[in-house]
């Protein structure tokens, strides 16, 4: 890391503890609005078309209420995908597929 001619040069980029390029004013201002923004709602999303869950630790505690809870392989992932679709009596439906 020579051609930077600065030591632990990821951890400082112009001063003591300023973040460097992990996280610097401008990522620090990005998450904080992100941490702000409402969560989507799983109908908002599906209007975009089918979304997959994926889990990949057994910690993982769920979203929109679908939690998974047991895999093949506990080093494995885990999916589910939401779809949303017509109910045999015309009643809007959610279609859930999962794979491990």
């Known amino acids: 890391f020579q051609e930077f001619d600065k030591e632990h040069w990821w951890w400082d980029t112009h001063e003591t503890n300023d973040g460097g390029v992990l996280h610097d004013p401008q990522i620090r201002a990005w998450t904080l609005e992100a941490a702000k923004a409402k969560a989507p709602s799983l109908k908002s999303i599906l209007s975009s078309g089918e979304f997959v869950l994926s889990a990949s630790s057994p910690e993982y505690a769920g979203r929109f209420g679908v939690r998974i809870l047991q895999r093949r392989s506990p ?26």
């Open 75 to 100: 080093s494995s992932r885990a999916f589910v995908r939401f779809r949303a679709s017509r109910s045999e009596l015309g009643d809007d439906a959610l279609e859930l597929h999962t794979a491990n």
